[in-house]
T-cell receptor, first 115, second 116 residues
Framework: GAVVSQHPSWVICKSGTSVKIECRSLDFQATTMFWYRQFPKQSLMLMATSNEGSKATYEQGVEKDKFLINHASLTLSTLTVTSAHPEDSSFYIC???????????FGQGTRLTVV | AQKITQTQPGMFVQEKEAVTLDCTYDTSDPSYGLFWYKQPSSGEMIFLIYQGSYDQQNATEGRYSLNFQKARKSANLVISASQLGDSAMYFCAMRVRQGGSYIPTFGRGTSLIVHP
């Protein structure tokens, strides 16, 4: 399978600050990047889809001004949680993809705790 | 709209026994892919098995097999000879084309506990 690096693996931040999460596909070029959020004991909820060089498409209910996604290259995408609040505490997972993959690859996830 | 349903919130199985985790799906797109993932407590998503909608044979990967019944729109995961390390959350997912992308949709997951 492909090698995906997501970091940080966990972060604690103060309410009102911003946090940047990086996702790198180390051995393949990801034309599409999916960002998910997962609350405890729940499924993965798609937040947004981004294609390299284009603006991200956000799912209903996800604030695009709060969750800034940048997909500037085929190997790197970032998710920035701006002005974080305790309700943003969650597990965030990236999933780089190519068209017609028979396997979806995932980063290791980032556990964000906002205090 | 695409939908994945996993009706078993939790399953228990004895070590070395086989277990089936249920998954049904709904889509009007004739071209789709079905996946199963394992998520241990560490949080990482581990790919287990893939089945394409046009695949004639059921997918198998080691101890994992996918019981694909297209007419019933079911894609159950069978784990043979369960091991203690199989204890984890298991997610069924489907990917269909939406616009220019293949968007995955995940089920709610099944928590599997393997006991000695």
């Amino acid at each position: 399978g492909a090698v995906v690096s997501q970091h940080p693996s966990w972060v604690i931040c103060k309410s009102g600050t911003s946090v940047k999460i990086e996702c790198r596909s180390l051995d393949f070029q990801a034309t599409t990047m999916f960002w998910y959020r997962q609350f405890p004991k729940q499924s993965l909820m798609l937040m947004a889809t981004s294609n390299e060089g284009s603006k991200a498409t956000y799912e209903q209910g996800v604030e695009k001004d709060k969750f800034l996604i940048n997909h500037a290259s085929l190997t790197l995408s970032t998710l920035t949680v701006t002005s974080a609040h305790p309700e943003d505490s969650s597990f965030y997972i990236c999933s780089p993809s190519r068209v017609m993959n028979t396997e979806a690859f995932f980063g290791q996830g980032t556990r964000l705790t906002v205090v | 709209a695409q939908k994945i349903t996993q009706t078993q919130p939790g399953m228990f199985v004895q070590e070395k026994e086989a277990v089936t985790l249920d998954c049904t799906y709904d889509t009007s797109d004739p071209s789709y892919g079905l996946f199963w993932y394992k998520q241990p407590s560490s949080g990482e998503m581990i790919f287990l098995i893939y089945q394409g909608s046009y695949d004639q044979q059921n997918a198998t990967e080691g101890r994992y097999s996918l019981n694909f019944q297209k007419a019933r729109k079911s894609a159950n995961l069978v784990i043979s000879a369960s091991q203690l390390g199989d204890s984890a959350m298991y997610f069924c997912a489907m990917r269909v084309r939406q616009g220019g992308s293949y968007i995955p949709t995940f089920g709610r997951g099944t928590s599997l506990i393997v006991h000695p």
